[in-house]
């Protein structure tokens, strides 16, 4: 098994796994995003350069160089094709939120690619124990749960869940991998029956709330959005983030 991962597979290019993709290219590792069709894939790779959060935006607001976005460009490959992640070091699946699709997924590229490679999801909550069903068993030390936080380029955090089944080895490889993308990991130990690993879980009692207050007519949904952005800092307000999140920054 890596504990060194330069080769990054990602599967699905929308909303997560365009931003994971970019993140990942920006800090130097090789990526190549696989979605299901042509127009899909020019989807993600318009995000990724042209999106809000994307290399454009991040030269125009200082965040990286020309130079470095040019490289990260280089970083990036996009196919339709699963047998282009054959090599790689690791895959991050970002599909939908469906156990079974992700169970399908998984049992196919654990056909194709490379036996060593880590399998991490970017699954919201679906338990890591109940994925791991879908590999064989020589592969099960080597999948855990890599949920990222949107939008990917910009969010620090990175919560890896480990099942009972995952090794240490791979929990370490992929805290290595989150150092190196100037990321903040964090240890989440898999809970199945309770959906949302630690920080969304602390978030939709949030939303919850917000949703509340709204349906008691006590503030419309912009000055819901106000009152966490100006009273807690809050980088935008949880109706909003709800938004973002399902439709993507534009
Ligand atoms: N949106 C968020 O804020 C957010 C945050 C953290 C985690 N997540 C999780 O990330 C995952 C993806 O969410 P999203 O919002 O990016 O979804 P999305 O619908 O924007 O993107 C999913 C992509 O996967 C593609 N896809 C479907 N089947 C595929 C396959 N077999 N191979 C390759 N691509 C395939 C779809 O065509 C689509 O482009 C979900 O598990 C979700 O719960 C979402």
């Not at 090789?30 to 318009?46: C, G, H, I, P, Y």
């Not at 090599?87 to 049992?107: G, H, M, R, T």
């Not at 964090?186 to 949030?206: L, Q, S, T």
């Amino acid at each position: 098994m890596p504990t060194d991962i330069s080769t990054i597979g990602v599967l699905g290019g929308g909303v997560m796994g365009s931003g994971i993709a970019q993140a990942l290219a920006v800090a130097g590792l090789k990526v190549t995003l696989r979605d299901l069709n042509d127009e899909l894939v020019e989807k993600a790779r318009s995000t990724v350069v042209d999106g809000r959060y994307g290399l454009k935006r991040g030269v125009e607001r200082g965040k990286t160089t020309q130079e470095q976005a040019d490289q990260a460009l280089a970083n990036l490959s996009f196919t339709t094709k699963l047998e282009d992640l054959a090599s790689v070091d690791l895959i991050i699946e970002a599909v939908p939120e469906d156990l079974e699709l992700k169970k399908k997924v998984f049992a196919e590229v654990d056909r194709i690619v490379n036996p060593e490679a880590v399998f991490a999801s970017n699954t919201s909550g679906l338990a890591i124990s109940d994925l791991n069903k879908a590999v064989s068993d020589a592969r099960r030390p080597q999948l855990i749960g890599m949920h990222w936080f949107s939008p990917a380029p910009v969010m620090k955090l990175v919560e890896l869940v480990h099942a009972p089944e995952t090794a240490e080895e791979t929990i370490q490889s992929l805290e290595a991998l989150c150092q190196n993308a100037d990321k903040v990991s964090i240890r989440v130990k898999d809970a199945p029956g309770a959906y949302g690993f630690v920080a969304n879980r602390i978030y939709f009692a949030a939303v919850r709330e917000a949703q509340k207050v709204l349906q008691e007519g006590i503030a419309s949904p912009e000055d819901i959005n106000k009152a966490m952005v100006y009273g807690f800092n809050w980088p935008v307000g949880p109706l909003a983030m709800v938004a973002g999140a399902t439709k993507g920054w534009q």
